[in-house]
């Protein structure tokens, strides 16, 4: 059975149905703890960073990946696989006019296996509720301020489909080859809360 102490209502429920389905003879607890522990093994925010950094030098990867995102991803040996369901991944890309930032109002459906583990603010109630309504106040708490012109865009993740942001390119980087831009992309950036 899963280690994680979360005391929400979905942990809770997913420990319910762990058990019920242990009980029954239809999960092995130590399968499950095999399968979770490959998958979290490979999750962690420089696979994003990576996607970030090929996006802003190739600009054919950039095109496709805006496109479907789950079709590109395969081009650097990532994937948005690895759980019961498949999860479809849309990349979204700040301008200069629009600034995106992502969200999950029901729970905290996010691209771990691009991202890492969700950080603790991702889940509280406090950012699922207020991003949506006030954008600019929430994301002037994490230290970005963008000019009253920039439209933000806010993106609810669900089940089914999970959003990552595409940041702008920091200006002079023209000559920072992959590696070193990956350096310089941070989680809250692929989340939208940060600028790059």
């Not at 691009?114 to 309504?133: A, C, E, I």
């Not at 301020?145 to 702008?168: G, H």
Request: aromatic share 6%; glycine share 8%.
């Amino acid at each position: 059975m899963s280690d994680d102490h979360d005391d929400s209502p979905i942990a809770a429920r997913v420990r319910e149905l762990e058990a019920l389905l242990e009980s029954k003879g239809l999960l092995d607890p130590r399968e499950l703890d095999q399968v979770l522990e490959a998958f979290t093994a490979n999750a962690k925010p420089a696979n994003g960073f990576r996607v970030v950094a090929r996006a802003w030098t190739d600009p054919g990867f950039r095109t496709r990946l805006l496109a479907d995102a789950n079709d590109a991803l395969p081009e650097i040996g990532l994937s948005m696989g690895g759980g019961l369901q498949p999860q479809v991944l849309h990349v979204v890309e700040n301008t200069a006019d629009v600034h995106n930032v992502v969200v999950c109002t029901l729970c905290s459906c996010y691209p771990l296996a691009l991202l890492g583990p969700s950080p603790t603010w991702y889940k509280s109630p406090s950012y699922r509720s207020k991003v949506v309504s006030h954008p600019r106040e929430v994301l002037a708490q994490f230290g970005l301020t963008l000019p009253e012109s920039t439209r933000i865009e806010v993106w609810d993740a669900n089940a089914e489909s999970r959003y990552m942001v595409l940041p702008r390119r920091p200006e002079g980087t023209g000559g920072l080859d992959e590696d070193a831009l990956a350096g310089l992309v941070t989680r809250n950036g692929l989340i939208g809360t940060a600028a790059v």
